[in-house]
């Protein structure tokens, strides 16, 4: 009983937001999580749902999202129009995500902090959160060595990128991750669609995406 009491102490004031639709699992996995860490706990089924204190830089809010059967892309999408920044507010982990579907590289380097899998126990859920919450990452140590090879290996490429966006280019993608058609970006700063279309297609270039929705998720992480 002491030490239920003290890992409630220690994450009192932490914070997670569920996201899924399947209310009944996340209302149990709310509850448990709240009776063995002490942890708040609030489910929404969108993403578009989620709060972010833009002056919060503890990490104090953790961010799960469901991930049954699919690439988590369409989330990552939701994330990068909303505006919201929940990437670099929260901490974001991945939950009922299948073993071998092999999204988890892809899933880190875009700010993904943790997974959990369908065959997770509901005490490597409550390990995984505590670390989670102290600033670790939650990750098998053959997925973190493929991860870490990865990103030194486009790192200092990717970072040389950022600095080479005009103030145009900044401007025009923010429209593209708004969802705003070649048409409108043209008609909100006063250029032709054609000027449009070459400004997006240097910006592809220059982060090395090949379409707008990659263009989305790059700038959900960099921006």
């Not at 073993?99 to 993904?112: D, H, N, Q, Y």
Request: proline share 3%; with cysteine; charged share 20%.
């Amino acid at each position: 009983m002491k030490s239920k009491t003290a890992k409630a102490d220690s994450l009192g004031k932490k914070t997670i937001q569920i996201v899924s639709a399947r209310r009944l699992q996340c209302d149990l996995m709310a509850h448990y999580m709240t009776v063995h860490t002490g942890v708040s706990c609030r489910i929404v089924s969108d993403p578009a749902a989620i709060t972010v204190n833009p002056t919060e830089s503890d990490h104090s809010t953790l961010v799960l999202l469901d991930c049954p059967e699919r690439d988590p892309v369409k989330y990552f999408m939701a994330l990068a129009v909303s505006g919201k920044r929940v990437l670099s507010n929260c901490l974001v982990a991945l939950f009922n995500v299948r073993p071998g579907l092999g999204i988890e590289e892809r899933a880190v380097s875009w700010g993904i902090r943790g997974f959990f899998y369908e065959t997770d126990t509901v005490d490597q859920l409550v390990k995984g959160i505590q670390s989670l919450f102290k600033g670790e990452m939650w990750l098998s140590r053959d997925i973190m060595a493929k991860c870490i090879l990865s990103q030194r290996s486009a790192g200092e490429a990717h970072n040389k990128e950022v600095i080479f966006l005009t103030q145009r280019e900044l401007e025009i993608l923010s429209m593209v991750v708004s969802g705003a058609t070649n048409e409108e970006i043209a008609a909100r700063i006063c250029i032709s669609p054609h000027t449009v279309k070459t400004h997006i297609y240097n910006i592809f270039k220059k982060i090395n995406v090949p379409n707008r929705l990659q263009a989305a998720l790059w700038a959900a992480k960099n921006l």
